[in-house]
């Protein structure tokens, strides 16, 4: 068959693209999209062009999905308040999950809106599913928060969540590609609404929100996502070494075990969220906050009373500050799943896995070389409970760590001993076994 005399093709050759153009321009007006936006469902909207140089880092993967990009439309779907600001969990979980299903459903909207008009979208999944092989390291497509702020939709606040203006943090953001231009772009707003209450500090159960301003994840990650991705590997892990039911009992309560359940059945549920819950910022909860802060205490103290599993890996910061700071809930350890598998993802990781209360006194450098299947060289230092790491062999090592990097790797994984390995060579250090054993207690696993 002649390709011309196809109906399709003869119909999109008659075809005259209409565009709505704010200027006689092909250019599309911000305003224009922003109501088409929140008549798809979004309770706000704000643009950034993929030049941008603070949304950079994203391109790589942005423009693997979507290569013809030049617009990240960003948009808010509001949280009910009420739904967060109780201790009941399965309220607010149901919140979550109805919030990211709406906003998953407005992106798929908006995206469909503009194909109709002749561009080309692609909505990124808010939330869940991510890029799972590339587990353990970053797995999501877009940095939402980061988005959302260049986008001019809110700013971070001391609980490191997207604060709007007007919704505080009571918000999810969504991420959606475009090839359309449009006249004029979003810029960070200019105040925070964050009014550095820092209740967000007092609430939170692991210690991951700092008074500093500094943010744990790994220790969020290990609590919030018990039932999710390196919790449930754990699960798994439990299951397969418990020798009789009996045992499976001691290391797993019945409780945890139906959670499992729900997880499943439902889909991933977190264990918590009252940073969010907590936080006074925006218009909608200010007044509450201003005219009744009683109110506000009550609820900070019921979050802080109550009974409640805390997980936590051994040796954490994590551990040290929730049994010291909320004796009455039960502690309970367990590994968070992350494990490297590569030795250059062992170095990209360890900023995020450092402990830095375990780092208290340490000062020192650490060379590592990499050898056989893996070949590489990192530098570490660690100073004054800060972590860098660098590429190479830089300065002069306090310690010198060369190690198969197979054998690094089971080691890490609680495979291969760290005697067996050095005795047997696979792993050689120069300098002091003391130091060694320093650098491992920052990051506990
Ligand atoms: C990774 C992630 C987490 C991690 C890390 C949190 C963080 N502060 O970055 C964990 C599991 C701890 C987490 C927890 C929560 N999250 Co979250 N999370 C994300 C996700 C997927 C990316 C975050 C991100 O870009 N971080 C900021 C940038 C600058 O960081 P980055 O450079 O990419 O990577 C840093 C970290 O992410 C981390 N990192 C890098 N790789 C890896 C790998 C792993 C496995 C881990 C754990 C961390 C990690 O180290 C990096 C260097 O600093 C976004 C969705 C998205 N696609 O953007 C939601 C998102 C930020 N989360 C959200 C929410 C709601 C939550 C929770 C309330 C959980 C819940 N109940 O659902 C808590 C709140 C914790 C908090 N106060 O931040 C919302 C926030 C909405 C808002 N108002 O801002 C988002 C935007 C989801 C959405 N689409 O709405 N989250």
């Known amino acids: 068959m002649n390709l011309d005399d196809h109906p399709t093709v003869q119909w999109y050759r008659q075809q005259e693209l209409t565009q709505p153009r704010s200027d006689g321009s092909t250019k599309l007006d911000p305003q224009w999209l922003k109501n088409l936006c929140i008549e798809a469902g979004a309770v706000d909207a704000g643009f950034v062009e993929t030049e941008r140089s603070a949304i950079a880092d994203q391109m790589s993967d942005l423009m693997e999905v979507f290569p013809a990009g030049k617009t990240l439309i960003c948009i808010v779907h509001r949280l009910n308040h009420e739904n967060m600001r109780t201790v009941a969990h399965s309220v607010t979980n149901l919140e979550f999950q109805q919030a990211w299903k709406d906003a998953n459903l407005t992106a798929r909207t908006i995206a469909f809106r503009l194909q109709e008009l002749g561009f080309r979208a692609l909505n990124v999944p808010v939330g869940f599913p991510m890029e799972i092989d590339r587990w353990p390291a970053k797995m999501w497509l877009s940095c939402d928060k980061i988005n959302a702020t260049e986008a001019g939709l809110g700013q971070m606040g001391w609980n490191r969540l997207v604060l709007h203006p007007r919704f505080g943090a009571n918000i999810v953001l969504g991420t959606i590609l475009t090839d359309a231009e449009?006249?004029?772009?979003?810029?960070?707003?200019?105040?925070?609404?964050?009014?550095?209450?820092?209740?967000?500090?007092?609430?939170?159960?692991?210690?991951?929100?700092?008074?500093?301003?500094?943010?744990?994840?790994?220790?969020?990650?290990?609590?919030?996502?018990?039932?999710?991705?390196?919790?449930?590997?754990?699960?798994?892990?439990?299951?397969?070494?418990?020798?009789?039911?009996?045992?499976?009992?001691?290391?797993?309560?019945?409780?945890?075990?139906?959670?499992?359940?729900?997880?499943?059945?439902?889909?991933?549920?977190?264990?918590?969220?009252?940073?969010?819950?907590?936080?006074?910022?925006?218009?909608?909860?200010?007044?509450?906050?201003?005219?009744?802060?009683?109110?506000?205490?009550?609820?900070?103290?019921?979050?802080?009373?109550?009974?409640?599993?805390?997980?936590?890996?051994?040796?954490?910061?994590?551990?040290?500050?929730?049994?010291?700071?909320?004796?009455?809930?039960?502690?309970?350890?367990?590994?968070?799943?992350?494990?490297?598998?590569?030795?250059?993802?062992?170095?990209?990781?360890?900023?995020?896995?450092?402990?830095?209360?375990?780092?208290?006194?340490?000062?020192?450098?650490?060379?590592?070389?990499?050898?056989?299947?893996?070949?590489?060289?990192?530098?570490?230092?660690?100073?004054?409970?800060?972590?860098?790491?660098?590429?190479?062999?830089?300065?002069?090592?306090?310690?010198?760590?060369?190690?198969?990097?197979?054998?690094?790797?089971?080691?890490?994984?609680?495979?291969?001993?760290?005697?067996?390995?050095?005795i047997s060579r696979r792993i050689r250090i120069k300098g002091s076994p003391k130091l060694m054993k320093a650098f491992v207690r920052c990051f506990p696993a």
């Open 182 to 422: 449009l006249t004029s772009y979003g810029a960070p707003i200019e105040f925070n609404p964050c009014v550095e209450c820092k209740l967000c500090v007092s609430v939170c159960p692991v210690g991951a929100v700092g008074a500093d301003g500094y943010f744990d994840f790994v220790s969020c990650f290990t609590h919030n996502y018990r039932e999710r991705m390196g919790g449930f590997a754990d699960w798994v892990e439990k299951l397969v070494a418990s020798h009789s039911v009996k045992d499976y009992r001691t290391r797993v309560t019945d409780s945890e075990t139906v959670s499992m359940w729900q997880n499943l059945s439902i889909g991933g549920q977190t264990r918590c969220d009252r940073c969010m819950a907590v936080c006074p910022a925006g218009e909608n909860q200010i007044g509450g906050f201003l005219e009744d802060r009683k109110d506000f205490a009550r609820f900070v103290k019921k979050m802080q009373d109550k009974e409640e599993t805390i997980y936590v890996v051994p040796g954490s910061d994590a551990e040290a500050y929730a049994t010291s700071r909320f004796p009455h809930k039960k502690i309970k350890r367990v590994s968070n799943g992350l494990r490297p598998n590569s030795v250059m993802m062992f170095l990209k990781s360890l900023p995020i896995a450092f402990q830095r209360h375990q780092a208290e006194g340490l000062n020192a450098t650490f060379h590592f070389t990499f050898t056989g299947q893996e070949t590489c060289k990192g530098t570490v230092i660690i100073r004054d409970k800060t972590i860098k790491v660098l590429d190479g062999i830089v300065g002069t090592a306090d310690l010198h760590i060369t190690a198969d990097s197979r054998t690094w790797i089971s080691f890490l994984a609680k495979e291969a001993s760290l005697p067996w390995a050095l």
